[in-house]
């Protein structure tokens, strides 16, 4: 470890353990077969037990070592002021844990059992230099937006098709979209953990739990990518669409006409459909889209702010539909209730190209 590294560096370093962690996590639930699914607020909107638990570990290994923080998560609102309830010499600490979608119940702090804590932090992160800008950060001006499980439709799919032990012990063949299994749905699968200051997603940390699935019982399962405004992004390599080929993304599972008539006035070449806020971005970055299109309300906060952090820091932009960023301070409205813009280039041409008529059935921020 250099020196002293900033807090956001020590941050950003801890949340890329913890993120491989809930990676391991979320790999365990669906080898295990016993997914605990239920319906949040119908069968698009799904929560599994590896949602559960892996919150549980994101938000009780971040709180512990970072207790002045702000968490807000899909499956609980907010973490930070339970964690901040520190134990002196008789007094329990509790934080509260999602039991069933609708209850939430006080633990006490040892409850959360030491295996799921994630100490850890990656060394990599820690020796890079942090931007001046940054460098004075105090925790308390931090909020930490996590999605531990986003593509969780996709996930449930998959696992309908597939035991883990078939995949890590079986040679790929065929299994694929192309042959008309769930198997590719793995890779829409992905752990978000986004940071947040000023308002502004300053870094992310994206983790794919089951990248390289394809390849067989010898593969080491998953990546880990993670970027952040200053310092670029790692993890992966960087790939553009030819300049002269139009490829959307958009969702698989939550369409409607607003949609449609949105990507199709973009004109483009070809338009992927596939499931998960940080698989979309993962395709503009790695030169599989040229934009990610959905006119609609939907996406939260916690499904964009990591995947924004990291597309602006190799020079993309995220916005609303209407061309307008969104804010990510911690009183801010979940929902990005006027769509989800993103492109790697040429964002002005997208935003130019959508239809008046979905502007006026979208409320911008």
């Known amino acids: 470890m250099s020196g002293n590294p900033a807090l956001i560096m020590r941050l950003v370093a801890s949340a890329y353990s913890v993120a491989e962690k809930a990676g391991a996590i979320v790999r365990k639930v669906?080898?295990?077969?016993?997914?605990?699914?239920?319906?949040?607020?119908?069968?698009?909107?799904?929560?599994?037990?590896?949602?559960?638990?892996?919150?549980?570990?994101?938000?009780?290994?971040?709180?512990?070592?970072?207790?002045k923080i702000t968490i807000i998560g899909e499956e609980v609102s907010k973490w930070a002021a339970p964690f901040r309830k520190r134990r002196r010499s008789n007094e329990i600490s509790t934080i509260k844990l999602l039991l069933t979608p609708c209850c939430l119940q006080d633990l006490p702090?040892?409850?959360?059992?030491?295996?799921?804590?994630e100490k850890g932090q990656a060394e990599e992160i820690l020796q890079k230099t942090c931007p001046e800008e940054?460098?004075?950060?105090?925790?308390?001006?931090?909020?930490?937006w996590v999605d531990p499980l986003d593509g969780t439709k996709e996930y449930t799919e998959a696992s309908r098709c597939l035991h883990l032990q078939a995949v890590v012990q079986k040679p790929h063949k065929g299994l694929d979209k192309t042959h008309g299994t769930a198997l590719w749905l793995?890779?829409?699968?992905?752990?978000?953990?986004?940071?947040?200051?000023?308002?502004?997603?300053?870094?992310?940390?994206?983790?794919?739990?089951?990248?390289?699935?394809q390849l067989g019982a010898e593969a080491a399962l998953g990546r880990t990518m993670w970027g952040m405004l200053g310092l670029g992004a790692f993890g992966f390599q960087l790939q553009e669409v030819p300049a002269d080929r139009r490829i959307v993304t958009t969702t698989r599972s939550h369409s409607n006409k607003t949609v449609t008539d949105c990507v199709n006035a973009m004109e483009p070449h070809e338009v992927i459909r596939v499931g998960g806020a940080g698989n979309k971005i993962i395709q503009l970055i790695e030169g599989k889209a040229s934009a990610y299109v959905f006119a609609s309300p939907g996406c939260k906060?916690?499904?964009?702010?990591?995947?924004?952090?990291?597309?602006?820091?190799?020079?993309?932009?995220?916005?609303?539909?209407?061309?307008?960023?969104?804010?990510?301070?911690?009183?801010?409205?979940?929902?990005?209730?006027?769509?989800?813009?993103?492109t790697l280039r040429n964002h002005d041409y997208y935003v130019s190209r959508v239809p008046q008529s979905v502007l006026q059935a979208l409320k911008s921020e």
């Not at 940054?134 to 930490?144: D, F, N, Q, S």
């Open 186 to 213: 793995l890779d829409n699968v992905t752990v978000l953990i986004g940071i947040a200051y000023g308002g502004r997603a300053i870094a992310g940390v994206i983790n794919q739990p089951f990248y390289n699935y």
């Open 134 to 144: 940054y460098r004075a950060i105090k925790e308390e001006e931090l909020v930490v």
């Open 109 to 117: 702090f040892e409850e959360v059992q030491e295996d799921m804590i």
């Open 30 to 67: 669906l080898h295990s077969g016993e997914l605990g699914i239920v319906e949040k607020t119908g069968a698009n909107d799904l929560q599994t037990l590896a949602d559960r638990l892996a919150q549980k570990s994101i938000c009780a290994s971040l709180s512990r070592r970072f207790p």
């Open 301 to 342: 906060k916690w499904d964009t702010c990591a995947p924004e952090a990291i597309l602006h820091a190799v020079g993309g932009k995220l916005t609303d539909m209407f061309g307008n960023p969104y804010g990510y301070n911690a009183d801010v409205k979940h929902m990005n209730s006027a769509g989800v813009l993103a």
